[in-house]
């Protein structure tokens, strides 16, 4: 049975066709259940509170925007399936600023995002057609915030949101600013395109406050990054990405929270599993990033760029190619599998503790040193990373780390132990 909130502003036809927003545009729902599970679709923008029940699967009919001074409560074990669709059709949960979202998933009970393409039904943790590899096949969550962040003005436009739309802005004045509570939930199989070159995050944070509380999030196998922070200052805790197809964790715009207890499982189409970059505008802000383990293949380790600035500790990294195995046209390391500072801003900050990376270990590959991958990109560094090496990492034996993610806190509840991939992580 499918229901339609009236919250959706939508009308049933023939072939479960959904007309919605302004542009009448349409958007084929199939039914991949044969009917068999309790369906109510959502569109449009949440004018009033409301309660998504776990007894019935949600599916966001086009882009759902929680309102300003409105709160959505999400129950623990909720499915939540976006349509297919690309730009001005692309489905998506967007909290506006003012918006509250209340996603209290639990380790028994967490809350999926998936696609309408997902095979998973009430009750279950996961389904059994989609891999890591399926990406692309619907938008993502948004959060919009007051707090504030280094752009050109105290408020701008978020990514993956037309411009003349807008519940998509964000940014502001209150630092402590509150969007909610976000804890155990799946964000699965996103990233839809909304434009050339522009694809949509598994989790966007723009200028969230710290009053929002975030922990135990997963995005798996999103077309665009896994999350990105764009400037705010909520801290996060335990979020594990796994196959984003573009950057594991992105940091922008002067993000001055806190990240703790991070996983990055990369996968062939991973760029970086960190990019960091620097203000962009007048307010500085320096984030911290601590028990990471970054795991990879044919991809970049760490990226700062544009000023960086921020304190990464207690990081373990694994699986990396060798830069000199990597080699581009000219017969130069092309910057796959090393940590580099991509600009004198960047080598600067870092010659002054601005940027500063402590306590890591590192499983080299086969014939690499450290020098090799930690790499100075400025002209005449005052004081480079690589003269630092000494003091801030170490060479270790695969399964003798100290440092790194707490693997046990993702156990049961994500995507990635599902399907077995924390089992033998070294």
Not at 8 to 35: E, H, N, Q, R
Not at 62 to 81: C, N
Not at 209 to 230: A, L, M, Q, R
């Amino acid at each position: 049975m499918k229901k339609l909130t009236s919250s959706a502003l939508c009308i049933s036809i023939s072939l479960f066709m959904v007309s919605c927003g302004s542009d009448d545009s349409f958007v084929v729902l199939p039914d991949p259940d044969g009917g068999a599970n309790n369906e109510i679709v959502h569109s449009g923008i949440i004018a009033a509170s409301e309660t998504w029940s776990a007894d019935e699967i949600h599916i966001l009919g086009e882009k759902v925007v929680v309102d300003q001074g409105v709160t959505l409560t999400i129950e623990p074990g909720t499915i939540i399936k976006g349509v297919e669709g690309e730009g001005s059709l692309a489905s998506a949960l967007i909290v506006a600023r003012g918006g509250r979202l209340m996603a209290e998933g639990t380790s028994s009970n967490p809350i999926i995002f998936t696609s309408i393409l997902d095979d998973i039904e009430i009750g279950q943790k996961s389904g059994t057609n989609l891999s890591e590899s399926d990406n692309g096949l619907w938008g993502g969550l948004i959060v919009l915030g007051n707090a504030p962040i280094s752009a050109d003005a105290s408020a701008v436009q978020i990514e993956g949101i037309p411009a003349d739309e807008t519940y998509g802005l964000y940014g502001g004045n209150d630092a402590t600013d509150d969007s909610g509570i976000i804890r155990y939930i799946s964000v699965r199989h996103g990233g839809t395109l909304i434009g050339e070159g522009n694809e949509i995050n598994g989790i966007t944070l723009g200028g969230v406050g710290s009053g929002t509380v975030i922990e135990y999030v997963e995005v798996v196998g999103n077309k665009d990054d896994g999350v990105e922070w764009f400037g705010g200052t909520v801290n996060v805790s335990n979020v594990l990405v796994w196959a984003a197809d573009d950057d594991a964790i992105d940091i922008d715009q002067a993000y001055s929270g806190t990240i703790n207890n991070a996983l990055v499982i990369a996968f062939s189409g991973t760029d970086h599993a960190l990019e960091i970059d620097g203000p962009e505008g007048s307010i500085d802000g320096s984030f911290t990033l601590s028990n990471a383990t970054l795991l990879g293949v044919d991809d970049e380790i760490a990226d700062f760029r544009d000023g960086a600035l921020g304190t990464l500790t207690n990081v373990y990294v694994s699986g990396f190619v060798s830069p000199s195995a990597d080699l581009d046209s000219n017969n130069e390391a092309d910057g796959e599998g090393d940590v580099e500072l991509d600009d004198d801003e960047s080598s600067a900050n870092y010659a002054i503790g601005d940027l500063d990376l402590i306590n890591w270990q590192v499983n080299l590959p086969s014939n690499t040193t450290l020098q090799d991958i930690f790499k100075d990109k400025a002209d005449t560094p005052t004081s480079g990373i690589q003269d630092d090496i000494p003091n801030f990492v170490t060479a270790v034996t695969p399964g003798l780390r100290s440092v790194g993610v707490d693997m046990s806190l993702f156990s049961g509840w994500t995507f990635a132990d599902q399907k077995g991939k924390l089992i033998d992580i070294q």
